[in-house]
């Protein structure tokens, strides 16, 4: 039996991806599997997969791989799966000791702006070189590579040629997702919008796109679905001036769920959004929550980023825009509605590419003979 560890810093213990995903893949087939995270705290057992979790995010470097090194050498793993270039100091630490498999999992573009935002200008770029090193450094010490998208093996992928690797996209299971394909009522569309509340993620634009819709339609009943929080006091302050400038009629606002409940959230919704800013880092994303909802038997209208449209094409359910054109926004919606079955047709395209090709089902086996790989020419080399 292999023993396979995740280390993450950044993610939750609980992670969609992580223990959802892979990690019940991995046990399934008969692997023990441990997930250690330092963002929460949570000791205990979900579904079979034992977890460690500290909240110590707050913490120096060393003081994370000091608690990581611990969890390895506790567990004695064959495989370490790390989410973040720390894990894969520690890993490279405890490899020292033991030969194990160390696979990079890529799924955050690294270093991520979020990452520079409190250094002035001239310090951004020095702390951006300085993380990007430790990038390289991560991607040295790893034996394998899992990139989420094809947009993120820049530049591991290029400096590192000869390592083993893979694409891992965030497809669903099935399981988790229930189909909820509306019909169009007469004069009436709910739009939705799910995640972190920011001006970075959209918000702004998804307010101004309804905004126009309502001036070109005014007849039209225009419901607003919101799924999520702010996550900094930085953007309740700017959401709270958008839901005073706007004051629209019709806004239901709900907390985020937990994961298994996701898709029931927003089930009601017509049209998903995701109208994020056009930056460096919001271009090489593949947005997971795409997958949810064309899962759902949604058709979607999202930003048009090079991370999209690389790895799929969204015309028989939905639309890339330029985000901030509310203007042409507002005619795609116009267009659902004055053709409803234009739209219908786009929610069962919508589920039918999920079940036939963006769902866990589909790449999960992959993943599982990777992993194993990996384990396997680990211990040819012992």
């Known amino acids: ?7 993450t810093t950044a993610h939750n213990y609980n992670d969609d991806r992580i ?32 977890v460690e979790a500290y909240s110590i995010l ?10 990581f090194l611990k969890v390895c050498e506790d567990f004695q793993p064959d495989c370490i799966i790390c989410s973040e270039p720390i894990p894969v100091l520690a890993a490279r630490k405890f490899g020292k000791s033991k030969k194990v498999s160390i696979i990079y999992d890529i799924t955050e573009w690294y270093p991520a702006m979020s990452m520079l935002e409190g250094y002035s200008f001239l310090l951004k770029g020095i702390h951006f070189f300085k993380f990007f090193l430790i990038q390289l450094y991560a991607g040295l010490l790893s034996t394998h590579f899992i990139f989420g998208e094809e947009t993120k093996k820049f530049p591991l992928a290029y400096i590192f040629p000869f390592k083993k690797r893979m694409t891992l996209p965030y497809y669903p299971d099935q399981s988790y997702i229930s189909e909820s394909i509306n019909s169009l009522k007469n004069n009436e569309i709910t739009l939705c919008y799910t995640g972190a509340i920011s001006k970075d993620k959209g918000i702004g634009n998804f307010f101004n796109a309804i905004a126009k819709l309502q001036k070109r339609k005014p007849g039209l009943k225009v419901s607003i679905l919101i799924v999520g929080s702010a996550r900094k006091e930085s953007d309740e302050h700017y959401f709270s001036q958008l839901l005073s400038t706007f ?11 937990i994961f298994e409940k996701f898709a029931e959230t927003f089930a009601e919704a017509d049209i998903c ?28 209208i999202y930003s048009n980023l090079k991370g999209i449209r690389q790895h799929m094409d969204v015309s028989g359910f939905g639309y890339l ?8 926004i507002a005619d795609v919606i116009i267009q659902y509605t004055e053709n409803p079955e234009l739209y219908y047709k786009h929610a069962q395209n919508a589920r039918n ?3 036939q ?7 999960k086996n992959s993943f599982a003979d990777f992993v194993d790989q990996s384990i396997d020419k680990t211990r040819s080399c012992n």
């Not at 039996?1 to 280390?7: D, E, G, N, T, W």
């Not at 223990?19 to 599997?33: D, F, P």
């Not at 929460?40 to 079979?48: A, K, L, M, R, T």
């Not at 090709?357 to 790449?363: L, P, S």
């Open 321 to 328: 825009v330029d985000p901030e054109n509310s203007d042409l």
């Open 273 to 300: 959004f995701d109208l994020r800013a056009l930056n460096f880092e919001n271009h090489h994303s593949l947005p997971i929550k795409l997958f949810y909802y064309i899962g759902a038997g949604k058709p979607i």
């Open 353 to 355: 590419e999920f079940t």
């Open 19 to 50: 223990l959802y995903h892979q990690a019940k893949e991995l046990k399934s087939r008969g692997s023990e599997v441990k997930i250690c995270s330092l963002y929460s705290d949570f000791q205990g057992n979900i579904e079979g997969i034992d």
């Open 357 to 363: 090709k963006y769902n866990w089902d589909t790449i």
């Open 1 to 7: 039996m292999s023993k396979i560890l995740f280390l």
């Open 58 to 67: 707050e913490k120096s470097s060393t003081d994370k791989i000091q608690t």
């Open 247 to 257: 004051s629209f009629d019709h806004i239901t606002l709900k907390k985020p769920a």
